[in-house]
């Protein structure tokens, strides 16, 4: 077994700075040392920042693990350490400013010394992946180093959550924050079968490899995730220097069989991972706690078909049976964040009968291609993901 395919786990039932701190601190301890760490290392951090959450809103990494892991840095020698990620909708430095208040960045780099990332620089880099991608345009912090910018380290801080597209939110799903902003939404365009879509950010995975995970399962959304679920408390984190691998424990610990992952399915059929992973640490608590999937989950039949029917079955089959997205126009605030991440921009804002000036978004069913983006970035969680009859059971 590759020394890569370890995932440590430890229990820490709250975000308690003490507890998180030294969990975070054994946790690592459990894992082989990585030699690249030092002064001269340029590290990135990447925790998830979907969207501007508080912390306690089970949606984005909560900063206490962000801060356990900067400070783990640190002490490991490193001096230059970036928090970053393209989160969803606009890639600005007012929308990130915001965000990194929210979500409670801004304190943790103040406290901790780190840089919050506010430069809007990409680079096009080629993909290491299966070929599907020819390349990617990521965000600088997360590109190789070059001189003064770029990074020779990434750490990939997630959270576990369920998603509505790819079941699993993890390791693997958080690189898509590598994307800048909205094009984003131009890669659910470009792949919009769930089946390539997973293929891609396993590519992208391949092409931006985090060096360490650490998994924020304390708390962890259950149900319609990513942004729109149910809060479970777990109490648990996780480390490991494989994502592949790390994603392999999170579904055993959600309940998932790795089948119905579609990310985990292709890097196993990549050979990127097995399902024997070592777990060390207290192995015990990686057992099932059967997570609620999405509402969405079981109705991709693409990755059944071979990959010269995909394009024309894979539209026909999501048009009969992928579950569709509604919004309920009494909760709709009228903020146009669907419309913006929509990838065929299909979602208009029309005046809304509740008042002069205000306005509710509606969706044109003919070019929706069910990716469900807009549902994701809602955040008033208007937009549900139903079954439609021939699917739900
Ligand atoms: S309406 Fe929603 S699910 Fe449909 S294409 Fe737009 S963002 Fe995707
Ligand atoms: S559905 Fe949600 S994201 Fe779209 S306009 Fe209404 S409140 Fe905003």
Same mark, same amino acid.
């Given at each position: 077994m590759d020394k890569r395919d370890t995932v440590a786990v430890l229990p820490c039932p709250q975000y308690e700075r003490a507890a998180v701190g030294e969990t975070v601190e054994r946790l690592l301890g459990l894992l082989p040392r990585d030699?690249?760490?030092?002064?001269?290392s340029r590290v990135t951090v990447k925790p998830?920042?979907?969207?501007?959450?508080?912390?306690?809103?089970?949606?984005?990494?909560?900063p206490e693990v962000v801060c356990a892991v900067i400070c783990w840095l640190k002490q490991q020698g490193v001096r230059h350490i970036t928090i970053a990620d393209s989160p969803g909708g606009p890639y600005t430095k007012q929308a990130l400013m915001a965000i990194y208040r929210a979500s409670g960045m801004e304190r943790v780099a103040a406290e901790t010394g780190a840089v919050l990332n506010l430069d809007l620089g990409s680079r096009e880099i080629k993909s290491a992946?299966?070929?599907?991608?020819?390349?990617f345009t990521v965000i600088e912090p997360l590109c190789p180093r070059e001189k003064d910018s770029g990074c020779d380290y990434i750490v990939d801080i997630c959270k576990l959550k369920t998603h509505c597209m790819t079941t699993l939110s993890g390791a693997v799903k958080n690189?898509?924050?590598?994307?800048?902003g909205l094009l984003k939404p131009r890669m659910h365009y470009r792949y919009p079968q769930v089946e390539d879509f997973a293929g891609m950010l396993v590519d992208l995975c391949q092409t931006v490899t985090p060096h360490l995970v650490v998994v924020d399962a304390i708390e962890t959304m259950e149900g319609d995730?990513?942004?729109s679920g149910d809060k479970r408390q777990l109490g648990l984190l996780l480390a490991g220097a494989s994502p592949f691998a790390v994603d392999v424990a999170l579904c055993r610990l959600a309940g998932?069989?790795?089948?119905?992952?579609p990310t985990v399915r292709l890097a196993a059929a990549r050979g990127l991972?097995?399902?024997?992973i070592e777990v060390v640490g207290?192995?015990?608590?990686?057992?099932?706690?059967?997570l609620k999937l999405p *509402?969405?989950?079981?109705?991709?039949?693409? @990755? $059944?078909?071979p990959g010269f029917l995909r394009p024309v079955a894979g539209k026909v089959l999501t048009a009969l049976f992928a579950p569709r997205p509604r919004i309920d126009v009494r909760r709709c605030?009228?903020?146009?964040k669907c419309a913006e991440s929509c990838p065929p921009q299909t979602i208009r804002l029309v005046p809304s009968s509740?008042? *002069?000036g205000k306005e509710v978004a509606v969706i @044109? $069913?003919?070019?929706?291609?069910?990716?469900?983006c807009c549902h994701e970035m809602c955040p008033v969680s208007a937009i549900s993901v139903s079954k439609n009859l021939l699917t739900r059971h």
């Amino acid at each position: 077994m590759d020394k890569r395919d370890t995932v440590a786990v430890l229990p820490c039932p709250q975000y308690e700075r003490a507890a998180v701190g030294e969990t975070v601190e054994r946790l690592l301890g459990l894992l082989p040392r990585d030699g690249r760490l030092g002064p001269h290392s340029r590290v990135t951090v990447k925790p998830n920042l979907l969207m501007k959450r508080a912390p306690n809103a089970t949606t984005t990494t909560h900063p206490e693990v962000v801060c356990a892991v900067i400070c783990w840095l640190k002490q490991q020698g490193v001096r230059h350490i970036t928090i970053a990620d393209s989160p969803g909708g606009p890639y600005t430095k007012q929308a990130l400013m915001a965000i990194y208040r929210a979500s409670g960045m801004e304190r943790v780099a103040a406290e901790t010394g780190a840089v919050l990332n506010l430069d809007l620089g990409s680079r096009e880099i080629k993909s290491a992946g299966s070929g599907l991608v020819g390349s990617f345009t990521v965000i600088e912090p997360l590109c190789p180093r070059e001189k003064d910018s770029g990074c020779d380290y990434i750490v990939d801080i997630c959270k576990l959550k369920t998603h509505c597209m790819t079941t699993l939110s993890g390791a693997v799903k958080n690189m898509f924050g590598s994307i800048p902003g909205l094009l984003k939404p131009r890669m659910h365009y470009r792949y919009p079968q769930v089946e390539d879509f997973a293929g891609m950010l396993v590519d992208l995975c391949q092409t931006v490899t985090p060096h360490l995970v650490v998994v924020d399962a304390i708390e962890t959304m259950e149900g319609d995730g990513p942004s729109s679920g149910d809060k479970r408390q777990l109490g648990l984190l996780l480390a490991g220097a494989s994502p592949f691998a790390v994603d392999v424990a999170l579904c055993r610990l959600a309940g998932f069989a790795p089948e119905q992952v579609p990310t985990v399915r292709l890097a196993a059929a990549r050979g990127l991972c097995g399902d024997d992973i070592e777990v060390v640490g207290q192995p015990q608590l990686l057992c099932d706690r059967q997570l609620k999937l999405p *509402r969405s989950a079981s109705v991709d039949f693409t @990755g $059944r078909l071979p990959g010269f029917l995909r394009p024309v079955a894979g539209k026909v089959l999501t048009a009969l049976f992928a579950p569709r997205p509604r919004i309920d126009v009494r909760r709709c605030i009228g903020c146009g964040k669907c419309a913006e991440s929509c990838p065929p921009q299909t979602i208009r804002l029309v005046p809304s009968s509740r008042g *002069r000036g205000k306005e509710v978004a509606v969706i @044109g $069913r003919k070019d929706c291609i069910r990716c469900y983006c807009c549902h994701e970035m809602c955040p008033v969680s208007a937009i549900s993901v139903s079954k439609n009859l021939l699917t739900r059971h």
